[in-house]
């Protein structure tokens, strides 16, 4: 089971980028989805988070700037971002409350995390 991010790059404040992360491999269902970021010399924060039917909650840093979606058909959850601050540069990380099936077929359920994609906001 993998979750692969892509999206990232270097964008001039006030500009917008838009994050995806499809999740492959044997899954059964996922559920929760998520995004976090985590910058130089910083904790990881919680951006957003969507459940599997699309009720979604946001950091107060992020709110009215960034929207979180998903295709549960794809496996895929995306982020939104506009109006970027050069504070908002970080590594964003997805996750995913997921369940997947072993080789010999066993049912497990796991938090599977992305690798991150970068996001640099600057001029």
């Known amino acids: 089971v993998q979750l692969q991010a892509s999206g990232g790059g270097l964008v001039q404040p006030g500009g917008s980028l838009t994050l995806s992360c499809a999740a492959s491999?044997?899954?059964?269902?996922?559920?929760?989805m998520g995004w976090s970021r985590q910058a130089p010399g910083k904790q990881r924060e919680l951006v957003a988070t969507?459940?599997?039917?699309?009720?979604?909650n946001y950091a107060d840093s992020v709110k009215g700037r960034f929207t979180i979606s998903r295709d549960n058909a794809k496996n895929t959850v995306y982020l939104q971002m506009n109006s970027l601050y050069p504070e908002d540069t970080a590594v964003y990380l997805c996750?995913?409350?997921?369940?997947?099936?072993?080789?010999?077929?066993?049912?497990?359920?796991?938090?599977?995390w992305g690798q991150g994609t970068q996001v640099t906001v600057s001029s």
């Open positions: 969507i459940t599997r039917g699309g009720d979604a």
């Open positions: 491999g044997s899954i059964v269902s996922v559920w929760a």
């Open positions: 996750n995913a409350d997921l369940v997947y099936t072993t080789e010999e077929g066993t049912p497990i359920a796991l938090v599977k």
